[in-house]
């Protein structure tokens, strides 16, 4: 047997190797699609959404299946330990790079053992006020917080939650003193700031902006690095006079960290190719979302950049999750 034909051979082993990789007729059932989170809220929102096009697309139901808990990280945890045959997925959004760190203890390593697929797209948050409290700007919300340290409560969907964590990083960079009061869940917490038994509350711009439109609460700024097409009259944090504030949660999909580089880059280009359907964009468009489809090796950097940009912040401003 010649070098040459040893090579071409071991060439075609590899070859059919990776063929065997991809199950056939993937997907030949039904996929489950955990979400870290209750339903209603934008993670839910976008599994959806994004699940009802593959679902199309691919031949197959996408079954939404609700883990709320511990930050997410019960869901994430669940994802961890399945097989990597793409019958199992997750919806998640930048919580996962929060938790890295909010939760020491964590039954699986988040950069090891969950293979981001696809990035969705990204929103950033609007901070809104109860109609009561007499402030229309940024800049009067400070003020006032100075005027008044402790006065204003802010709600969360608890200890570590993406809310929660948000206005901390606008706390630490103003100096102002509020008063966190956690919920279970963003629901309770809006419905509380509506009645004006809180004051304020960072919150994606999906869940919020029926209730923007509907005057029943007040938004000051985004969280962007720039102004949100959904909101284009309204500045951002960082403009009407905090620099350096910037927090623009993503949404993406996940697989176990043994899922099979093959069925990575399908499940990618399925979802890159839903992204570039007009009405999906315009599901999302109306959500406040920005869709950016990219390849599963970008994502997979910005998850590790973030982990290490938020650990940073959660240590210095000594958050623990719960």
């Known amino acids: 047997m010649t070098h040459g034909f040893r090579r071409a051979f071991a060439a075609l082993v590899c070859m059919f190797a990776a063929a065997s990789a991809l199950p056939q007729g993937y997907p030949a059932r039904p996929i489950r699609m955990l979400v870290p989170f209750s339903a209603g809220g934008t993670v839910d929102i976008v599994a959806r959404v994004v699940g009802a096009k593959l679902a199309t697309d691919l031949g197959q139901p996408f079954v939404v299946e ?31 790079a929060y938790s890295a760190s909010l939760y020491p ?14 990035y969705v797209g990204a929103t950033p948050n609007a901070l809104v ?13 400070l003020a006032y917080a100075r005027a008044n340290p402790g006065s204003i409560a802010y ?14 990083l606008l706390r630490s960079l103003t100096g102002i003193r509020l ?50 097409p959904a909101l284009p009259d309204l500045p951002t944090i960082a403009e009407a006079g905090v620099p350096g504030y910037e927090y623009t949660p993503w949404y993406g999909m996940f697989g176990p960290g043994t899922l099979p580089k093959e069925l990575t ?14 009405e999906l964009g315009g599901k999302l468009a109306q959500q406040g979302l920005e869709v950016h489809a990219m390849a599963s090796g ?3 950097e910005i998850v590790r950049a973030d982990v290490a940009r938020w650990g940073k912040i959660i240590r210095e401003i000594g958050v623990r999750g719960e």
Do not use: C, W
């Open 179 to 228: 008063t966190h009061v956690p919920y279970k869940g963003n629901a309770p917490a809006l419905t509380d700031l509506i009645s004006g038994q809180i004051q304020t509350m960072l919150l994606t711009m999906p869940s919020v902006m029926p209730y923007v439109k509907g005057d029943k609460v007040r938004a000051l700024g985004t969280s962007g690095a720039r102004r949100s």
């Open 265 to 278: 880059v399908r499940l990618n280009t399925a979802v890159n190719k839903a992204l570039d359907d007009a």
């Open 105 to 118: 203890d964590l039954p699986y390593d988040t950069l090891r053992d969950l293979a981001p697929i696809a």
């Open 298 to 300: 970008q994502f997979a």
């Open 129 to 141: 006020v109860t109609n009561s409290l007499p402030v229309r700007t940024v800049q009067e919300f």
């Open 155 to 168: 709600g969360s969907a608890g200890i570590g939650s993406a809310g929660h964590l948000a206005v901390e």
């Open 66 to 96: 609700n883990k709320a808990g511990a930050g997410g990280t019960i869901a994430a945890a669940v994802l961890a330990k399945s097989p990597g045959d793409g019958y199992t997925l997750m919806m998640m959004s930048q919580a996962l």
